[in-house]
């Protein structure tokens, strides 16, 4: 990708959930994502509804909001940089929730 004349900073990553894989290579995908991290580019995770999902809670498309909003807050968990979701303020809220956490963990001694 640099030698096509990108920018470092024009750079991320995105795994490209749900594009050619079935649910376990999705889910194996999701859990190597510290791999991605690794590579010192801003990682993308875009999950939110996504079939990965309703095969997992067994529910329609609209009815993912759990799931979404749980898969969401582990990649932040993961420090993933970018989050594409569907239901931002909900969203929000979790991750919110998982960084007051991680700073009240940071100060624990």
């Known amino acids: 990708m640099r030698t096509s004349g990108l920018k470092a900073d024009e750079i991320a990553i995105d795994p490209g959930f749900g594009f050619g894989k079935n649910v376990d290579q999705n889910y194996q ?30 529910k329609p498309v609209e009815q993912r909001l759990a799931g979404s909003i749980a898969a969401a807050t582990m990649a932040t968990e993961m420090n993933v940089h970018i989050v594409r979701v569907h239901d931002v303020e909900e969203t929000v809220d979790a991750v919110n929730v998982v960084n007051a956490v991680r700073e009240a963990k940071s100060q624990i001694k």
Do not use: D, H
Request: cysteine-free; glycine content about 6%.
């Open 29 to 58: 995908l999701f859990a190597s994502i510290p791999r991605f991290i690794e590579a010192n580019y801003p990682v993308l995770v875009g999950v939110s509804r996504k079939s990965m999902l309703g095969a997992v809670v067994n």
